[in-house]
């Protein structure tokens, strides 16, 4: 019998922290559609959470909450790898520009009063959700020229002929990038960057990104 | 909304599946696949930001029985090294690479066949609407 599972949409992912379930249940309602959204009550449960595989794209944080509150909570997450380029945006009920100043030196992209516009959030978090997403990719750069190690004598024979350009992509294929991270890496159109991978294809006499890759160790 | 959250974990995608064309876009970076279940339903099956496969067109007819998804640290185990020897052959993907790869979002599938695994690496597995 055939039987399949299916594979869910890929949305960008939310954690909304907040000890209010009114308030977690009504911006589970509102970002639902655009996101696929997790809700924990605590900083507490947070920071558990994010010590294990889970890495949303946005964090929506409650300032005043019992226990582990916004500010230490946002300090705990900080202190976690990977999570350190999460852009995270506080919620509060009372807008104090001392909080609100604290909130953004701790390291908070944003700070939105409650109750929010629907609109208003939902254009705040794309924002900053795109900002997030590029500061990861550099980021990720950065790490993979530590981690990930290309001959680069050999990187050098091998990118005779290309342009600069192709020289960036090329560089991004042997760490293995896809055309899309590739694009938001480099600000690259996806269509610019398919017309540059398929240059160096002709150019080199491939016709796979894993030859390229090969050609490098 | 997810109460609590749970992470993603390797699953089971589909199984008995005769594979009835494969089209791989190596520019794009997709690969296309065209199955049939029970030998009366055909679907097409989308690999989106596919950086390497092992799946190509002399594969067509071969009968794929499960199809899942697993982690770089299990290609050590017996049933998943010539494939993971193949991987490192043609392209010479080490734990590490798969491993910043996962990190940044791909996905390794396993093809199960009589004839031995498959690997795709890739972001994702999308199943096309039947028109």
């Known amino acids: 019998m055939a039987w399949e599972v299916m594979q869910l949409e890929d949305k960008n992912a939310v954690l909304i922290v907040d000890d209010d379930p009114a308030l977690l249940k009504m911006s589970g309602e509102i970002l639902k559609g655009d996101y696929e959204v997790s809700c924990v009550k605590?900083?507490?449960?947070?920071?558990?959470?994010?010590?294990?595989?889970?890495?949303?794209?946005?964090?929506?944080?409650?300032?005043?909450?019992?226990?582990?509150?916004?500010?230490?909570?946002?300090?705990?997450?900080?202190?976690?790898?990977?999570?350190?380029?999460?852009?995270?945006?506080?919620?509060?009920?009372?807008?104090?520009?001392?909080?609100?100043?604290?909130?953004?030196?701790?390291?908070?992209?944003?700070?939105?009063?409650?109750?929010?516009?629907?609109?208003?959030?939902?254009?705040?978090?794309?924002?900053?959700?795109?900002?997030?997403?590029?500061?990861?990719?550099?980021?990720?750069?950065?790490?993979?020229?530590?981690?990930?190690?290309?001959?680069?004598?050999?990187?050098?024979?091998?990118?005779?002929?290309?342009?600069?350009?192709?020289?960036?992509?090329?560089?991004?294929?042997?760490?293995?990038?896809?055309?899309?991270?590739?694009?938001?890496?480099?600000?690259?159109?996806?269509?610019?960057?398919?017309?540059?991978?398929?240059?160096?294809?002709?150019?080199?006499?491939?016709?796979?990104?894993?030859?390229?890759?090969?050609?490098?160790? | 909304m997810n109460w609590p959250i749970q992470g993603p974990i390797p699953g089971i995608y589909y199984a008995n599946a005769r594979l009835m064309r494969v089209v791989s876009d190596e520019v794009s970076g997709d690969l296309r696949i065209r199955v049939v279940f029970d030998e009366r339903e055909e679907r097409e099956i989308v690999y989106e930001g596919m950086y390497y496969s092992q799946i190509d067109e002399s594969n067509v007819g071969l009968v794929i029985t499960l199809a899942t998804e697993i982690t770089p640290t299990q290609l050590i185990e017996p049933e998943y090294r010539q494939a993971a020897a193949r991987l490192y052959d043609e392209c010479g993907a080490d734990e590490v690479f798969l491993k910043d790869m996962i990190k940044r979002g791909s996905r390794l599938f396993i093809h199960h066949t009589d004839k031995g695994g498959y690997l795709v690496l890739a972001k994702r597995l999308i199943w096309k609407k039947q028109k």
């Open chain 1, 42 to 217: 605590s900083g507490s449960e947070a920071v558990s959470l994010l010590q294990m595989d889970y890495m949303p794209d946005i964090i929506l944080l409650d300032v005043d909450m019992p226990g582990l509150n916004g500010f230490d909570t946002l300090i705990a997450l900080r202190q976690i790898e990977d999570v350190q380029d999460i852009p995270i945006v506080f919620l509060t009920g009372v807008t104090k520009t001392k909080a609100e100043l604290k909130g953004l030196s701790c390291g908070a992209v944003d700070y939105i009063t409650k109750p929010f516009v629907k609109e208003i959030l939902l254009a705040r978090l794309k924002v900053h959700m795109e900002n997030g997403k590029r500061l990861r990719q550099l980021s990720m750069m950065e790490k993979n020229s530590q981690e990930i190690r290309i001959d680069e004598e050999k990187f050098e024979q091998i990118s005779v002929g290309l342009s600069d350009t192709e020289k960036k992509i090329l560089r991004l294929i042997a760490l293995g990038y896809t055309n899309q991270e590739m694009g938001e890496a480099l600000h690259y159109s996806y269509n610019y960057v398919k017309k540059v991978v398929g240059a160096i294809y002709e150019k080199k006499y491939v016709s796979k990104r894993s030859e390229l890759k090969k050609l490098l160790l």
